[in-house]
C-alpha cells in the first residue's frame, strides 16, 4: 500500500447504493473517491420505498430517517378507480413503520433520498465526489503482484490516474463497471420481467376536478385498461404538482413480448440520440420512448377502461416534462458479487445496489442497496481490523470469527512484518471480506427480489375480464376489513426474516 494507511476505495455512481456505500466504507476507515457520469446529482425519478432491512439500516446512520419523514410525499394511501372515476377500493399505510403494509410508512422520491444520502456525506474529510466523470480504463498490478491495487484512469481528466485497491460498483442495473469487472456486456446478466415504468410530474391544473377532489386529495389513484396498462397520479409535496407514474406490464414468456423489444428500441434510440456528435435538434430528449407511451395509452384495438380526462392531461404533459424518468424493470444476476484482482479480471471489484442484484418489479431495490452497502463495507471492517494485530492475535481472531471466513488468511504467516499484513494479506484480507459479503447478502436478495407471478395479474390485468374480475376481488377484501389485517401479518413476518439476517458490526470511525 502507499504510505497512506487507509484503504483507497474508488464507488461508481453517486444515487443511493453510491452514497450509502461511502457513508459506511468511511467508517470502516476507508479513504473513498465517489465518481458520477452526470454533471450534477440527479434528483428526477420515481418514489422508492425504504422497508425490511432498508429501515434497519437507515436507523443506523443519524438523521436520516427523520430526513426522509421530512421528504416524505402527502399520501395517505392508494385508491383503484374505475372507467367513471368512482373509487372502489382504498388500501392505506399500517401506521407502524415495522409492519408495512402495499403502501409503505417510509416512501420517497428517489432524487430526494439521493440527496440525502449525499448531504449525509459530503463534508466527510474522508469522502470526495466528482461529477462529470467515469473509468476510461483500468490497469493491473505487476504480474507478481496481482493482490495489490490497481491504476485507474479516467475518461474526462477531472481526476488523474490513480491507484485505488477496491472498485465499489454502484452505477445500476447496466453497470459498465460490471462489464469491465467480468469481461461481458452492460445486459449480459439482466434478466427481463416484462414490465417498464416511466415517471414524471405534470401540474396539477391540467388534471380533471374530480381526479385531485374527494374526501382524501392526498389519496394516490390508479387506473386501468386492459393489456396490462397501468396509470397512477399522486399528490407531491407542492399541491400545484401532481406526480405520474405509467407502468406496462406482458406475461411471462419464453420469448421477450414485442412491447418490451419496442420500449428497448425506443430507449436505445433515444440514447444514440443524446450522444451524438452532431444531436438533431427537432428531435427533444427521450422523445422515442415518449412517443412509445402515448402508442401504449391510446392504442385504438384496446377498449378504454379509465377516464379519458387523465389521460388526455397525461398526454398534454408528457412531451414538455421536465424530470420524465423510464425504464425497463429488470433483474441483474451476476455469477457473482464481487472479482478479484487477477488475470482474469481488471480489477478487485463489488457489486452493490443494481449493479449486484436489481430487484425488478419487487420494490426492494432501495432497501437492498442501503443494506448492501452496509454489510459490505461491516465485513472490510470487520476483516482489515486483522490487519493491526500481531500474527499470533490474527489466527486467535479468525478463530474466534465463527463463520468469518478468515481462517485461511490468518493461518499463514506469509507477508507478515511487525505483525501487520504485507499488501499481498491486505489483498488476502479484503477478498475474504467480498466472499462474506457475498454470503450474506445472496440470500437476503433471493428473498427480496422474489415477485409471485400473480402479483402483475392483480396489478396490472391482461383482459376486460381479468380486469372485471380483479376490481370485483379488491372491493369485497377492502370492504370485509379483511386487507388490514392480511396486510399487518404478511408485512410484519417479512420484517422480522429480514432484520434478522443482518450482522452487527463495529465501526473504525
Known sequence: MSNDPKLRVLVVGASIAGPAAAYWLAKAGARVTVIERFPQLRTNGQNVDIRGVGVTVMRKMPGMEAAVRAKRPPIHGLSFVDARGRAFATIKPTGNPDQQSLVSEYEILRGDLSQILFDLTKA?????????????????????????????????????????????????????????????????????????????????????????????????????????????????????????????????????????????????????????????????????????????????????????????ALLAALPASPDFHATELSQVRPPRLWTSSSSHHAARVALVGDAGYASGASGAGASLALAGAYVLAGEICRALRLRRLHPRQQRRAARDSSGLGLGKVADGESGVEEGVLGWDGTGALLDAALERYEAVMMPLVAEMRRTPGFVGAVLAPQSAWGLWLRNWALWAVCRTGVSEAVQRFAAGAFAKREEAALPEYEWVE
Not at 385531485?212 to 389513484?221: E, F, I, Q
Not at 434510440?269 to 452532431?278: A, I, K, V, Y
Open 124 to 312: 466527510n474529510d474522508n469522502i470526495t465526489y466528482v461529477f462529470g466523470e467515469q473509468i476510461a480504463s483500468i490497469e493491473q498490478p505487476a504480474p507478481d503482484t496481482t493482490s495489490g491495487p490497481v491504476t485507474v484512469t479516467f475518461a474526462n481528466g477531472r481526476l488523474p490516474p490513480s491507484p485505488f485497491d477496491l472498485i465499489v460498483a454502484c452505477d445500476g442495473s447496466t453497470s459498465r463497471t460490471r462489464a469491465l469487472a467480468f469481461g461481458c456486456s452492460a445486459r449480459e446478466h439482466m434478466h427481463p420481467t416484462n414490465w417498464w415504468a416511466a415517471y414524471f410530474s405534470l401540474p396539477t391544473a391540467l388534471l380533471p376536478a374530480d381526479a385531485v377532489a374527494g374526501s382524501d386529495p392526498n389519496l394516490a389513484r390508479a387506473y386501468n385498461a386492459p393489456g396490462g396498462r397501468l396509470v397512477c397520479i399522486g399528490p407531491d409535496a407542492d399541491p400545484r404538482t401532481t406526480r405520474a407514474t405509467i407502468i406496462g406490464v406482458r406475461p411471462r414468456s419464453r420469448n421477450l413480448p414485442a412491447e418490451i423489444l419496442a420500449f428497448r428500441a425506443a430507449a436505445a434510440q433515444d440514447h444514440s440520440s443524446s450522444t451524438s456528435s452532431s444531436p438533431d435538434p427537432s428531435s427533444p430528449p427521450d422523445s422515442a420512448i415518449k412517443s412509445f407511451i402515448t402508442h401504449h395509452l391510446t392504442h385504438p384495438t384496446r377498449t378504454p377502461t379509465w377516464p379519458r380526462g387523465v389521460i388526455t
